[in-house]
C-alpha cells in the first residue's frame, strides 16, 4: 500500500514534555521558558509543554508558557482522565493529548482492563474535552503492537466525537522505517478524516527514519525533542528529522534551521547531556575533514563530501590535521592560519604531523602545528 505524504508537515516538539521524562533531568522554568521560545523563534507549530497532573509546580510552569503569547500552540499530556483535562484547563491551554494504553500487552497486563474498557475510557474523556472546546490529539500508548483493527475503531471513535488527531506511538521503539510506513498508510486509508502524528523512540536507533517513514506514509504531525532527549535511548531528535525531511525526501517544514547548533547546546547543558561532537546534524566535529581524500576533495568543493552547507545548522566546517591527513588539507589547515606552504615545502611537514598524532592519538592544534613549522624539536603539550 502507498502512502501520501502531506505537503504541510507540523513539528510538535515535546522536548518540555517527553525530553523531560529522561530519566535524570529536570529543567528549570527559566530554561523551559528560554527553550519555548527558541522553539517558537524558529516555526515550531506545536509545543508539548508538560504534564498538568503532576502538581502546581508544574501547572504554574505550564501557565507561565501559556503567557509567553506563544505563536506555536501549547498542547499538554494528559491520561483519558477527567481530573488531567480540568487540571489542563486551568492552564490555560487550548490544547491537549489525552493518552490511552492501545496495546493488549498493555491494557491486559497494565491496565488489568479490556478493550471495551478502553473505547469507554475514550468516549468519556473525549468528549469532555470537546465539550469544552479543546484540540484534541488521542494518543495510542504502545500502538507498535496494538491490533490495528482496534486502533481503526478507536479512530472512528475520535472521528465522530470531533477528536482532531490520533497519535500513534512507538512506545518501545521496537518499529522498522518499513513497518511504521505499512501500518501509518494503513490508518490514513482506512480513516482519512483524522490527522495521524507520529512518536517514535529511538531504543534500536531507528527513531529518526520511523518518523520519517511516518510522514512518507500520511503523517502530518511529527513529535520531536531537541538532541533526541526522552526516556531511556530518547525521541526523534527535532534537528535530524526536520533536516531529513528536508535534504532526504524533499519535505519542507517551514522551520528556520541556522539556529540548531544554538539550541541544542543550550539543551544539552540545561539536561546535563553532553552533546556528542559525532552527533548527527548539531554535533561539533560533523563538518570535520581529516582523511586526504575526503580534505582535497571538500577544499576543491564543499559538495563532494557535504551532503548540506553546515551554516544551515550553525556550524562550520574545519579541516583536521593528523594521522590520515594528506598534502591538500595540510597546506589548506596553515593557510587558515596565515601560512602559505607549497607542496614541496608540506611533504617534510606531513611525515611529522603524521608521526606527532599518531603519539598523541589525536589531532594535532594550531600551536603544535606552529611549532612544527618552525621546526621545534619539543612540541608544546595541548593544554
Not at 515535546?14 to 524558529?42: C, P
Not at 597546506?331 to 617534510?348: H, L, N, S, T, W
Not at 602545528?369 to 603539550?381: C, F, R, S, V
Request: hydrophobic share 40%.
Amino acid at each position: 500500500m502507498s502512502g501520501t505524504a502531506h505537503t504541510e508537515v507540523i513539528i510538535d516538539d515535546t522536548t518540555l514534555r517527553d525530553g523531560e521524562q529522561t530519566a535524570g533531568v529536570v529543567f528549570s522554568r527559566r530554561e523551559k521558558v528560554a527553550i519555548a521560545r527558541m522553539l517558537d523563534s524558529i516555526g515550531v507549530g506545536e509545543i508539548e509543554c508538560g504534564i498538568p497532573a503532576m502538581g502546581l509546580e508544574e501547572r504554574a510552569g505550564i501557565k507561565a508558557l501559556v503567557d509567553l503569547g506563544l505563536n506555536a500552540r501549547l498542547i499538554t499530556w494528559n491520561r483519558a482522565l477527567l481530573p488531567e483535562i480540568k487540571a489542563s484547563i486551568a492552564c490555560g491551554v487550548q490544547a491537549v493529548d489525552i493518552s490511552l494504553s492501545v496495546s493488549d500487552q498493555m491494557i491486559v497486563h497494565k491496565l488489568r482492563k479490556d478493550r471495551a474498557a478502553v473505547k469507554e475510557q475514550l468516549k468519556v474523556a473525549l468528549g469532555y474535552a470537546k465539550e469544552h472546546n479543546l484540540y484534541v490529539s488521542v494518543g495510542g500508548e504502545d500502538s507498535s503492537r496494538a491490533d490495528m483493527g482496534f486502533l481503526v475503531e478507536l479512530m472512528e471513535i475520535t472521528r465522530s466525537l470531533g477528536g482532531d488527531r490520533f497519535r500513534f506511538c512507538d512506545t518501545l521503539g521496537i518499529m522498522d522505517p518499513f513497518t511504521m510506513f505499512e501500518k501509518v498508510a494503513f490508518l490514513r486509508s482506512a480513516v482519512p478524516e483524522v490527522d495521524i502524528e507520529v512518536h517514535t523512540h529511538n531504543d534500536l536507533g531507528m527513531a529518526t527514519a520511523n518518523a520519517i517513514a511516518g510522514v512518507r506514509a500520511g503523517a502530518r504531525f511529527v513529535n520531536t525533542t531537541i538532541n533526541g532527549l526522552g526516556e531511556r535511548a530518547g525521541n526523534a531528535a527535532l534537528e535530524e528529522v526536520v533536516m531529513g525531511l528536508k535534504h532526504a525526501c524533499g519535505i519542507e517544514t517551514g522551520i528556520t534551521t541556522h539556529r540548531f547548533r544554538e539550541m541544542s547546546l543550550f539543551v544539552a547543558k540545561a539536561s546535563q547531556r553532553p552533546l556528542s561532537v559525532s552527533k548527527p546534524v548539531v554535533g561539533e566535529r560533523v563538518f570535520a575533514h581529516e582523511s586526504g581524500l575526503h580534505a582535497d576533495g571538500v577544499i576543491k568543493d564543499p559538495h563532494n563530501y557535504e551532503g548540506f552547507d553546515p551554516a544551515e545548522v550553525g556550524l562550520t566546517r574545519s579541516i583536521i590535521v593528523g594521522k590520515h591527513s594528506g598534502m591538500g588539507g595540510l597546506i589548506e589547515r596553515y593557510r587558515c592560519m596565515g601560512i602559505a606552504v607549497d607542496r614541496a615545502a608540506a611533504e617534510p611537514l606531513l611525515v611529522r604531523t603524521r608521526a606527532m598524532s599518531c603519539k598523541r592519538k589525536r589531532d594535532l592544534t594550531n600551536g603544535e602545528l606552529m611549532a612544527i613549522y618552525h621546526g621545534e624539536q619539543t612540541l608544546p603539550q595541548a593544554a
